[in-house]
C-alpha cells in the first residue's frame, strides 16, 4: 500500500519534471488535433508542413502492428518489402502475443493486430465498448505440426484420439506403449507452448475439445526453439508448435501424420500442399490481421493492407507458412476493399 | 618441549591449516566464477564470430539473417539511456542531497527511506505496468482514439508532444527513469553519509550557509561513491527488456527514432532531433530477444552478435565513468 502511494507519487513528480522541462522558454505555438496515430502524422494532417532543412522523409507515416509472434514473420516480411517500394511509409511489428497484442488494438494504441486465433468475445466486447470497429483477414494458413525425435522409428501416425489421450487434463499417459502396445515401455517427453500462446489455444480446442484444457505434466515454452532443442535433443520426446519452426528444422525433427479418423491410413502429413488443400484436418487453422477500421480512412494503411493480400502472399510460403487457398484469398480481398470503401 | 609448547604448536598448525583451507576456498568461488563468464563470452563470440561486421552495425532489422542489423536498437538504447540519465541523474542525487542533508529523522523521512528500499528490489515489469498506465495511456485522462498534439516552436523546428505520449521512446526513458531512480538515491545517500561531519562542522564554523557546504564540500567529496552508483544504475537499464516490452517497444523496427540515423543528420536536419523523442523505437535488448524466438537458425548468431555489443558498449561506457569518477575523486584534497 506504501510501496504503492510512493511509487504513485515519484511518477507524478517525473511527469511534472517533463512538463517543465518541455515548456521552459518556448511558447506554445499551437495544438492541433490529432487525427492519426502515428507521431508524425499530426503535422501531416495539421497541414504545417514548411520547417526549416526538410529532409527528403519528411511527412512520413508509420503503420504500428503487434500481436501473435507467430504471424510475426508474415508481417515482417511484408513489412520490409513494402517499405522498400513505398519509403515514406514505415512499418513497425510488435510481439506481445495474440493477447497482448489485443490489450493495445482495443484500446486504439495499434493499427492491426497480428493474431494465431480469432478474437475472443471479452476481446471483441471491449472493441464495442471502446468504439473500435475492426475487420478480420485471413492471411495465412498455419499447420500446428506434431513432432518426434528424427530417431523415433515406432511412431509413425498419431490419431487424434490418441493425442487427446495423452493431452487432455488429467491424462494418465506416461508411456509410449501406453498409447500403442507396440511401442516401446519407455516414458515420453512432452513439449509444448505455454498457455500464453495461440498456438496452445488451438491445439487445446480442436484436441481436447475445449480452449485452455491441456494436461500440466509437460515442458512448456513461449519460445519455439526452445521445443525445436527439447524434442530434437530427447529420442523419447514428443511436442507440437508451427508448421514454420518445423519447416526450418526438419533435418532435426520429424513430423508425425496425424489421422482425424481411428484408422491411421488415413494420417495425413503437414506439408505446403496437404495443409493448403484443407487435407491437414483437425490442426490447420488460418492466421489472421485485425484491422481498425477507422484507420482504413489512412491511405498508406489501406495501401499496405492491399499490398499484404497481392505481393505478401508470395512472402508466406517463404518464411514459412502456407498461403490462402484461392476462394479464402478472393473473400478477404473482396472484403478488404469494402471496407476501405466505406 | 613442555607439553603446552606440543599442544600449542599443534594448536597453531591447524589453525593456519584452517586459514590455508579459507584462502583455497575464496579461490576456488573467484575461479568457478572466472570460469563461467570465460565459458559465457567464449560461447558468445564463437555463436558471433563473422556475425559482427559493418553490415551488422549499419543495417536495419530484416528477415534475411545476411542482411539484418542492429542499427535501430543501437540508436534506440542511445536515446533511451541519454534521457534516462537527464531525468534520474537531477531527481535521484536532489532526492538523496534533501534525505541526507536536510530531512530532520521523523517516522516521514524514515517510511520513505524504507519505501525506496523496498522499489529497488520490485520487479522491473511492475515498473513497465506502472509507465504503461502513467506515461503511454496517461491514466487514461486523453484516450487514445482522440489524443492532441502539443506543438511548441523553437528556433530549430516544431517540437511535437503527443497527448497522451502514447507508445514513444520518451515513455521508454520515464519508465527506466523510475525503475532506477531507488538505486540512485540509495547508492547516493551512502555516499553522502560517508562524508565525515567533520568537514561539514569546519564549514559552519567558517561561516558557510548548508548551500555552500553541500555545494563546495559534501557534493563534491560524495561525486566518486554517486557516480559510482548511477553508473550501475544505467548499465542495469541498458540491460533491461520486459518493461520496454510492456511499455510498447516494438520488434521490428527499421529505422532510428526521428529517422535521425546518423549523427551528421542531427545538425544538417534539426527536426529529426526533436521528433526523435516521440518516436517508436525499438532496443538493443528487444532486437536480441526477438533474434533468438526467430526459427530460421542463423538468427541465433545474431543474437550473440547483438549480446557482444551491448557487452562492449557497456565495458566502453564503464570504462568511461570510471575515468570521470577517479578525476573527480584526485580533486579531493583534505
Partial sequence: MTLKSVSVSLTTLVFSFALLASNSGCEVSSTTSRTADGPEAGSTAGGDTATPGDGSDDGQKRVLIDGSSTVYPISQAVAEEFQGSHPNVKVVVGTSGTGGGFKKFVAGETDINDASRPIKEKESTQCKDNGIEYLEMKVAIDGISVVVNPENDWCKAITVAQLKKLWEPGSTVNKWSELDPSWPDEEIRLYGPDTDSGTFDYFTDVICGEEGASRTEYTPSSDDNILVRGVSGEKYALGYFGFAYYLENANKLKAVPVSATDDLADAVAPTAETIEGGKYVPLSRPLFLYVNKAKLARPELAEFLTYYLEAGQDLVSEVGYVRLGKATHAETVEALKQAIGE | ?334
Fill in chain 2, 1 to 334: 618441549m613442555s607439553d603446552q609448547q606440543i599442544e600449542y604448536a599443534a594448536i597453531l598448525k591447524r589453525r593456519h591449516r584452517i586459514s590455508t583451507c579459507f584462502e583455497w576456498v575464496c579461490r576456488i568461488a573467484t575461479g568457478s566464477a572466472l570460469l563461467f563468464l570465460a565459458v559465457l563470452l567464449a560461447g558468445v563470440i564463437w555463436q558471433a564470430w563473422g556475425w559482427l561486421d559493418t553490415q551488422f552495425l549499419t543495417g536495419f532489422d530484416s528477415r534475411r539473417p545476411g542482411k539484418a542489423g542492429l542499427l535501430a536498437g543501437l540508436w534506440g538504447t542511445s536515446w533511451l539511456i541519454f534521457f534516462t540519465a537527464i531525468f534520474t541523474v537531477p531527481m535521484g542525487v536532489g532526492a538523496a542531497v534533501y534525505l541526507e542533508e536536510y530531512a530532520t529523522d521523523n517516522r516521514f523521512t524514515r517510511l520513505i527511506k524504507l519505501n525506496l528500499s523496498n522499489l529497488a528490489g520490485v520487479p522491473s515489469i511492475v515498473y513497465g505496468m506502472l509507465g504503461v498506465t502513467a506515461f503511454v495511456r496517461m491514466f487514461g485522462m486523453i484516450s487514445a482514439a482522440d489524443g492532441w498534439t502539443l506543438a511548441v516552436s523553437l528556433g530549430i523546428g516544431t517540437l511535437e508532444i503527443p497527448l497522451p505520449l502514447g507508445r514513444c521512446l520518451l515513455a521508454g526513458s520515464f519508465t527506466l527513469s523510475l525503475l532506477i531512480l531507488p538505486v540512485v538515491i540509495i547508492a547516493s545517500q551512502e555516499a553522502l553519509r560517508a562524508v565525515p561531519p567533520s568537514i561539514r562542522h569546519a564549514s559552519y564554523a567558517l561561516g558557510a550557509t548548508e548551500w555552500q557546504t553541500i555545494r563546495h564540500q559534501v557534493l563534491p567529496a560524495a561525486v566518486p561513491g554517486i557516480a559510482t552508483g548511477i553508473i550501475l544504475a544505467l548499465s542495469r537499464a541498458m540491460g533491461e527488456t520486459a518493461p520496454l516490452i510492456v511499455v510498447g517497444a516494438m520488434s521490428y523496427v527499421a529505422f532510428a527514432p526521428g529517422n535521425l540515423d546518423t549523427p551528421m543528420a542531427a545538425v544538417q536536419d534539426p527536426q529529426r532531433v526533436l521528433d526523435a523523442p516521440f518516436d517508436v523505437f525499438t532496443s538493443i535488448t528487444i532486437q536480441i530477444t526477438n533474434w533468438i524466438e526467430q526459427p530460421k537458425e542463423e538468427f541465433q548468431n545474431l543474437a550473440a552478435a547483438g549480446s557482444l555489443v551491448l557487452l562492449i558498449l557497456l565495458v566502453i561506457f564503464n570504462a568511461t565513468a570510471i575515468v570521470i569518477r577517479n578525476r573527480a575523486q584526485k580533486k579531493i584534497s583534505w
